[in-house]
């Protein structure tokens, strides 16, 4: 599981935060093809051998390591990174779990709960038979914000950070504004699988060797990241929907993710729990509508295969 390219940054360059003080791993002309070593986001705090009441203990502070900064010649405030996203390889286990007092149902769902996956094939089993591809992805890409001193790596900001996009895979184009001299780039917290919203906290949280094309794109003017979808090789599926209605988006979407849990763990015979913490892995949460005030409507959308 690794890229053997010059241009190389390994886990031991790992770092906590977003910060224009930082100074570069690795310093690249543009059209520069890197490969990068990151770590899995709980930076090493979960093995196989790590128990559910053992992430009661967890720093967050720790997590979603990042691997860089990587400096791009040329670059400045004004500018974009061009980062695509040439091939993913993923280590031989994840993990996936409700954290303690964390997600979007976190006072329904209090945690803790904790799976290891194997992802050393090319898909899961969540029970019943049932199985989804991998689709590898990268959950946090960002650059050096335009404010001074520390910004988490666990919070998406306009300079990206941790965006969660499950079409941040291989194939996939990612333009990142950038903020400070060489715009200072940086990765981490890798993905087997993810539905849209990651709604229970976590997708299944990987090790992974990443391979990038960085380039440059002069004054492209850009005030947040743009991502260049690849082709989709996702099997097409059907889908059922539990709506969440409401004027509140928030509150509409804890009410579709509440039922889509209740009908899952029905459906796999499994406590709500386990079943919500699935939800992040191959859930979809989208916003259906969003126009007819003074409601919205918030779908969160479980394959129909599932259900028989």
């Not at 695509?84 to 964390?102: M, T």
């Not at 005030?223 to 509150?251: C, K, M, N, Q």
């Not at 993710?257 to 699935?278: C, F, I, R, T």
Request: charged letters at 20%; a negative charge.
């Amino acid at each position: 599981m690794s890229f053997q390219l010059t241009n190389h940054l390994g886990r031991e360059t790992a770092h906590h935060v977003f910060d224009r003080a930082i100074p570069a791993e690795l310093i690249v002309a543009p059209g520069t093809e890197v490969s990068l070593a990151i770590r899995d986001g709980s930076n090493g705090q979960i093995t196989p051998k790590t128990t559910p009441q053992d992430l009661h203990g967890l720093n967050f502070g720790l997590m979603d390591p990042l691997t860089g900064p990587i400096f791009v010649e040329g670059a400045e405030p004004g500018d974009a990174l061009s980062v695509e996203i040439l091939d993913i390889q993923l280590g031989d286990w994840g993990w996936s779990g409700i954290l303690p007092d964390f997600g979007l149902l976190a006072d329904r769902y209090p945690g803790p709960f904790l799976k290891i996956w194997d992802t050393t094939a090319d898909e899961i089993e969540i029970g019943n038979g049932h199985r989804f591809d991998l689709q590898p992805m990268i959950g946090v890409i960002g650059v050096a914000p335009e404010q001074p001193g520390p910004h988490a790596a666990t919070v998406p900001t306009v300079a990206g950070g941790n965006i969660d996009v499950k079409y941040t895979q291989k194939g996939s184009r990612v333009l990142l504004p950038v903020f400070a001299e060489g715009g200072l780039l940086s990765l981490g917290d890798a993905h087997a699988l993810q539905g849209d919203g990651e709604l229970n906290g976590t997708a299944i949280e990987c090790e992974a060797d990443i391979l990038i094309k960085v380039d440059l794109v002069k004054g492209a003017g850009l005030i947040a990241p743009v991502i260049d979808t690849p082709h989709s090789s996702r099997v097409e599926e059907r889908y059922r929907s539990f709506l969440g209605v409401g004027p509140d988006l928030w509150e509409a979407a804890r009410s579709a993710s509440s039922q889509a849990a209740v009908a899952l763990a029905a459906a796999l015979k499994m406590p709500e729990d386990e079943a919500y913490a699935l939800l992040g892995i191959f859930a979809e949460l989208r916003i259906h509508e969003i126009v007819d005030q003074p409601n919205w409507v918030v779908g969160c959308m479980v394959p129909l295969r599932i259900f028989g």
